[in-house]
């Protein structure tokens, strides 16, 4: 683990307005929503040790040489201005927020951002280019990491797909991209898709050669879903030369991701694969969507009783940052507490212990008693053609879980407060109109939700719960 030299700081805070100014965004920040809807914050990210500007730990990337902060920039939900919801189509990017957010990270030493075409319905890649263009500091001080976010049959043509790859240049004001992906291979049917989207298109050989030409520094893809096309991708690592591979990775995950959703895969053993190549991970959903954060208050207590001065979510990514052949950790930032937490836990990053990831791992076993819907609020089952906002439904019923508001019927003799709870909290989180009731069943979120949840049925055993209350 290596600090990088500081470069410029003075001079890049001067030009940037920031130092003390900002701390003071957070007030500023946290008022605004985002590309997902803002909650109740959680004491859980609350800590107020000193952030350090020179200490974040960096991870050389084994190919190239280059050095990574361990923490990297998740540009997936991104401050829009308050009193919009990115679940309406008129949502507006908060672009001065975004830049202080960008501008506060690279501050305190994090060079890795990571968007996709799709993100926050289309604007992410060019609300992230303004903001790295903001900076000011030369191109080579930062990397961009985007994907190939051909997920309809529509884009699956090259022409189609390539358009969306040359947009990417456009949208992000740069001339080569860092670290390219292929979006979510083993998502909806596999091999086939994979094969209609990359293979029978000649779009990956076009990538090798955009790689061999320099507008492409690496080359690699994220993995959802179907382990066959990981193990298919992997075997075939001789032809294609992988530079590093994103995968799902929490202590939750790490050995019981069949009992969150039985169509994920351990990822102990997607780690351990690339660990055998050699091939570096780049890591997502270090807090499971969110959920390792907002755990069930009796784990809470237990997590804070063992380390005080820690954040909740702070143990998730000190867990997955103790694993040397990860590169660099995403986390989608959209306050400012949340990016300041963050920053502690990686500047410098303090190794969990032998004894930490044996009691995380009781940890883990003690959430599988409390099941949530493995919901990551990715929002890609969005928009419903029938108006439902499905991420809200879904978001509401998990944080009922973990407050412990859900009752087991009359019988129970918290029920008259616990039915209050989650009707009214309810109503407050969606109009009525966006209510589980409203599902049809056609099934179209099915299909592009990383986390293969059957949604309609989801849909139907919330709305049951909620009329059984009424009732």
């Given amino acids: 683990m290596e600090n990088r030299d500081a470069i410029s700081r003075r001079s890049f805070v001067k030009r940037v307005g920031l130092g003390g100014a900002a701390v003071a965004s957070a007030s500023i920040i946290g008022g605004l929503t985002s590309c997902g809807k803002r909650g109740n914050e959680d004491d859980v990210y609350k800590t107020t040790s000193e952030i350090p500007t020179d200490k974040m730990t960096y991870r050389t990337n084994s190919k190239t040489g280059e ?30 927020g975004w830049n202080r957010l960008i501008a506060f990270a690279f501050e305190h030493g994090v060079n890795y951002f990571d968007t996709s075409p799709v993100y926050c319905k289309g604007k992410s890649e060019s609300a992230t280019g303004i903001a790295l263009k903001n900076l000011g500091v030369p191109r080579d001080k930062y990397f961009i990491a985007t994907k190939l976010s051909n997920f309809a049959p529509t884009t699956w043509s090259r022409s189609a797909t390539l358009e969306i790859y040359r947009n990417s240049f456009k949208t992000l004001q740069t001339d080569y991209i860092d670290y390219y992906l292929l979006h979510g291979v083993g998502m909806g049917n596999g091999m086939e898709d994979f094969n209609a989207r990359y293979i029978d298109n000649g779009v990956l050989d076009f990538l090798l050669e955009e790689r061999k030409a320099g507008r492409i520094r690496n080359l690699g893809f994220s993995y959802h879903g179907d382990i066959k096309v990981f193990d298919y991708l992997l075997a075939n690592n001789d032809k294609y030369h ?10 939750m995950d790490w050995k019981h991701a069949k009992e969150v959703n039985e169509r994920n895969t351990n990822a102990e053993y997607l780690y351990g694969e690339l660990e055998k190549l050699g091939i570096q991970a780049v890591i997502m959903e270090p807090l499971l969507g969110g959920r390792l954060s907002k755990v069930h208050d009796h784990i809470v207590a237990e997590l804070k009783q063992r380390e005080p001065s820690k954040s909740v979510a702070s143990w998730a990514f000190r867990w997955v940052g103790s694993y040397e052949n990860v590169l660099t950790v995403l986390s989608g930032m959209t306050y400012m507490e949340h990016l300041q937490d963050n920053l502690r836990s990686y500047a410098p990053l303090v190794p969990v212990t032998e004894d930490d990831k044996i009691f995380l791992e009781s940890v883990a076993q003690k959430l599988i008693a409390y099941q949530t819907i493995p919901c990551n609020d990715c929002k890609y089952c969005m928009p419903c053609p029938y108006g439902l906002d499905i991420p809200a439904i879904l978001l509401h019923y998990n944080k009922c879980i973990n407050e412990d508001n859900m009752s087991s019927g009359k019988g129970d003799p918290d029920y008259r407060k616990k ?39 989801e849909m139907i055993k919330i709305d049951k719960y909620v009329e059984n209350l009424k009732r």
């Fill in 242 to 251: 992988w530079d590093f591979v994103q995968i799902q990775m929490n202590y």
């Fill in 419 to 457: 039915r209050r709870a989650f009707l009214i909290g309810y109503d407050r989180a969606l109009p009525k109109e966006r209510q589980a009731d409203h599902c049809i069943g056609c099934g179209v979120c099915i299909r592009h939700c990383p986390q293969n949840i059957d949604i309609p049925k």
């Fill in 67 to 96: 050095k990574v902060s361990l923490l990297g920039y998740g540009c997936m939900r991104i401050p829009t201005i308050e009193n919009l919801s990115d679940r309406e189509a008129d949502s507006e990017i908060d672009q001065q």
